[in-house]
């Protein structure tokens, strides 16, 4: 298929390239023309503006944006509602609030365009890993993408088989599925980035009561020197609480085991206050989500070695890398 993806930053260029890789054609737009430049090098075609990508699509034509919440997401959805014509579809990639999804569902409904809402989980591992995808809006739109979304998502060699999985059908098991209409995928990738928060904080708590076993404060027949890089190592073997996000962390203590490069500023980018408006709203209780949350914003007045695993796991699957001023100033 051809498609149109605006926006070539980490996550954008990387799944133009795992589009091509699978036989796609990618009109790609950045505003920023040495993005285009680097990915016309793979492959992809160029182009100079929004009318420029449009003008170079065959119909109906499909245009997946992989920019920034907010601001950048709304004026670009606006100018390719403009631009686009009935029959044609946009793709929200990026982590949009859900009730703006449903709005712009709406609005670009009442002008004969699909509007998918595709929650992407993956982060600047996902080129080779494949992307996990949580999508919203008409199924029509869903199922004419369907190529795309397979080519993007990870497959069913991404994890074992699960005992029974076989009668729920659908996609689920080849890593994208559609979960309901427009704002339903980023609703799911909502709560999928609340619940990574409270996985991430039970790591960072875990690990920082390992590394202050040697407090002096503690008996010294009570105070252990606990090697935690390898225990990161050891707990990826056989136990129950192995993860990928474990695997991150065992990486980044291997390359430095007191995380010296990190501060433990943590940020949240809105999902994880999101996912706890819900809960309130659905009263719905989530304890630990809402403790997660919160951790991060203490993380910011004081740091702990904890701290500098959540750190270390968001610039690992995210390249969220600290803020180079706290690095600075010492935050």
């Known amino acids: 298929m051809q498609i149109g993806i605006v926006g070539l930053g980490r996550m954008g260029a990387n799944m133009a390239r795992r589009l091509m890789r699978a036989g796609h054609e990618v009109v790609g737009f950045d505003r920023d023309a040495k993005n285009v430049q680097a990915l016309a090098k793979d492959g992809a075609a160029s182009a100079s503006s929004l009318k420029d990508l449009a003008g170079k699509l065959k119909k109906p034509r499909a245009v997946w944006?992989?920019?920034?919440?907010?601001?950048?997401?709304?004026?670009?959805?606006?100018e390719l509602g403009q631009l686009l014509e009935p029959g044609d579809a946009v793709i929200?990639?990026?982590?949009?609030?859900?009730?703006d999804s449903v709005r712009r569902g709406q609005s670009l409904k009442a002008k004969g365009i699909f509007y998918l809402d595709a929650g992407t989980s993956g982060g600047v591992w996902g080129a080779e890993r494949g992307y996990c995808l949580m999508i919203g809006g008409e199924k029509e739109a869903v199922l004419r993408l369907d190529p795309i979304f397979?080519?993007?998502?990870?497959?069913q060699a991404a994890a074992p088989k699960t005992p029974g999985a076989d009668k729920l059908g659908g996609t689920a098991q080849e890593g994208y599925l559609h979960c309901g209409p427009s704002g339903a995928g980023h609703f799911v990738k909502m709560v999928h980035n609340g619940v990574e928060y409270g996985l991430m904080q039970a790591y960072a708590?875990?690990?920082?009561?390992l590394k202050t076993a040697?407090?002096?404060?503690?008996?010294?027949?009570?105070?252990?020197q606990i090697p935690v890089a390898e225990v990161a190592e050891l707990w990826r073997r056989?136990?129950?609480?192995?993860?990928w996000l474990l695997d991150l962390t065992a990486m980044a203590m291997a390359e430095d085991k007191d995380l010296s490069e990190y501060t433990g500023y943590?940020?949240?980018?809105?999902?994880?206050?999101?996912?706890v408006e819900a809960a309130l709203a659905q009263a719905a209780?989530?304890?630990?989500?809402?403790a997660a949350l919160y951790a991060r914003f203490r993380s910011r007045e004081e740091h702990t070695f904890g701290e500098k695993v959540l750190s270390a796991m968001r610039e690992k699957f995210g390249g969220h890398a600290e803020k180079s001023s706290n690095r600075a100033d010492g935050l």
């Open 65 to 78: 944006m992989m920019v920034p919440s907010g601001a950048p997401t709304e004026g670009t959805a606006v």
């Open 92 to 99: 929200d990639g990026g982590n949009s609030y859900y009730k």
């Open 150 to 155: 397979k080519a993007l998502a990870p497959g």
């Open 205 to 209: 708590e875990g690990f920082d009561i």
């Open 214 to 224: 040697q407090d002096s404060k503690l008996p010294p027949e009570m105070r252990y």
């Open 238 to 243: 056989g136990s129950v609480v192995g993860s």
């Open 266 to 275: 943590v940020q949240d980018s809105g999902e994880g206050r999101w996912t």
């Open 285 to 290: 209780p989530a304890p630990v989500l809402s």
